[in-house]
């Protein structure tokens, strides 16, 4: 049975990539996070100084919904950084058994280094092509749940996402001839997926689905067309490009939801029948 303001990995991975996901701070010392640089999906990691009481009492106003601090096996660093920020009105945990338990149960870790340009609040920062599709908004919603919550994106005039990029310190993606783009017969979403090892089963079965409604590939999966209809059908809802990435936010929530909970479900009237919903 977990402690009283612990969370086990189990419960903590079935949070991640969606809205109900917790703050995740990895409070790992300098020298762990060398040994392993990886990190939990969706974490921020706090430098050392970033970490003392001090520093966590000056945090803890800014900390929005609850929050679980990770150290390496769950011990003192996490224990203590989740008690302080209770202290200040926060409600924390902590991660049980730490990093060593969750992937000891063989959960996905990230790997952050991809991650080139970040602003001085630590926020990763991104440009691409304005008026979004599919892949513009997918690879969004896949940084945002799954990489760094607290990412930053810029639409601007397809001419200048590389002026943009170079002038603003940002990653520009899903254009041609840079890191963050189409490859092979693959999509952007496909090469964030591999660059940040991202293989999760429910992620693999929305990849094909994003992968056929981006390049004109329905036969690719069932549902692909539908991601396609409701895609321009958003971007005809919304002048606005941020305010149609936050409408497509919902849109990818409830894909990945069904990719990882309902793909066999069916429907069926009246539902008494074999297969029927309810």
């Known amino acids: 049975m977990p402690a009283p303001d612990a969370i086990p990995a189990d419960k903590l991975a079935k949070l991640i990539g969606t809205p109900r996901c917790p703050v995740l701070l990895d409070v790992r010392t300098a020298a762990a996070r060398a040994a392993d640089p990886r990190r939990i999906p969706a974490a921020r990691a706090l430098a050392e100084d970033e970490a003392t009481p001090e520093a966590l009492a000056r945090l803890a106003p ?31 945990e902590y991660l049980e058994g730490g990093q060593s338990a969750w992937t000891a149960a063989g959960l996905p870790l990230i790997d952050p280094a991809p991650i080139t340009a970040r602003d ?15 892949d513009r908004i997918a690879c969004p919603w896949l940084i945002r749940r799954f990489v760094d919550p607290g990412a930053v994106f810029l639409f601007v005039a397809p001419a200048e996402v590389l002026g943009v990029a170079e002038l603003f310190g940002a990653m520009p993606y899903d254009i041609e001839g840079v890191f963050w783009s189409h ?33 004109a590939r329905p036969d690719l999966a069932p549902e692909a067309a539908g991601l396609l209809a409701a895609s321009l059908g958003l971007s005809r809802m919304f002048a606005d490009d941020l305010e149609q990435l936050e409408a497509g936010m919902t849109l990818y929530d409830a894909f990945y939801r069904w990719a990882r909970d309902a793909g066999e479900e069916m429907h069926n009237w009246p539902a008494s ?5 309810r």
């Open 62 to 92: 800014a900390l929005a919904g609850p929050v679980v601090a990770v150290c390496g096996e769950g011990h003192r660093r996490a224990q203590g950084a989740a008690a302080l920020l209770r202290s200040a009105g926060v409600a924390a």
């Open 120 to 134: 001085s609040r630590g926020r990763s920062v991104w440009v691409t092509r304005a008026r979004p599709k599919i």
């Open 183 to 215: 490859r092979g017969e693959g999509c952007t979403f496909d090469t964030m997926l591999d660059e940040f090892a991202l293989s999760v089963p429910a992620l693999d079965r929305l990849a094909a689905i994003v992968r056929g409604a981006d390049t």
């Open 273 to 277: 029948r074999p297969g029927g919903g």
